[in-house]
Nanobody, 115 residues
C-alpha cells in the first residue's frame, strides 16, 4: 500500500504562483509513475503532469511552460510548481501514483485562481 498526502493548495490571484507537494509513504519502492490530476466543477478529472521513476516528465498542453513537476527521492515527495496561474486552473488537484498494477490517490487539495 502507498499513502499520498498533498499540501500547498490555496487562493491566488491570476498570474501568481503556488507549489503543491505530495509526500508518499508505505510501499514506495513499487511506485513507477507519480502525477498530478485536477478536476474542476462539472468537468472530468484530467492529467496535468507526471514523472516516472527514471525522471521522464509529461505535461498537458494547457500547462506546458507554466507548470513544472519534480521529485525529491530523499524525501519521497513530488512537487508541482505552478506559475502564471489562470482562472481556468481552478480545480481540486490530486496526487496519484501507479505501481505494480495499482493506482493510489491523495485526498486532493483545492487551488483557486481569482481573476
Amino acid at each position: 500500500q502507498v499513502q499520498l498526502v498533498e499540501s500547498g493548495g490555496g487562493l491566488v490571484q491570476a498570474g501568481g504562483s503556488l507549489r503543491l507537494s505530495c509526500a508518499a509513504s508505505g510501499s514506495i519502492f513499487s511506485i513507477k509513475v507519480m502525477g498530478w490530476y485536477r478536476q474542476a466543477p462539472g468537468k472530468q478529472r484530467e492529467l496535468v503532469a507526471a514523472i516516472t521513476s527514471g525522471g521522464s516528465t509529461y505535461y498537458a498542453d494547457s500547462v506546458k511552460g507554466r507548470f513544472t513537476i519534480s521529485r525529491d527521492n530523499a524525501k519521497n515527495t513530488v512537487y508541482l510548481q505552478m506559475n502564471n496561474l489562470k482562472p481556468e486552473d481552478t480545480a481540486v488537484y490530486y496526487c496519484a501514483a501507479e505501481g505494480e498494477g495499482k493506482d493510489y490517490w491523495g485526498q486532493g487539495t483545492q487551488v483557486t485562481v481569482s481573476s
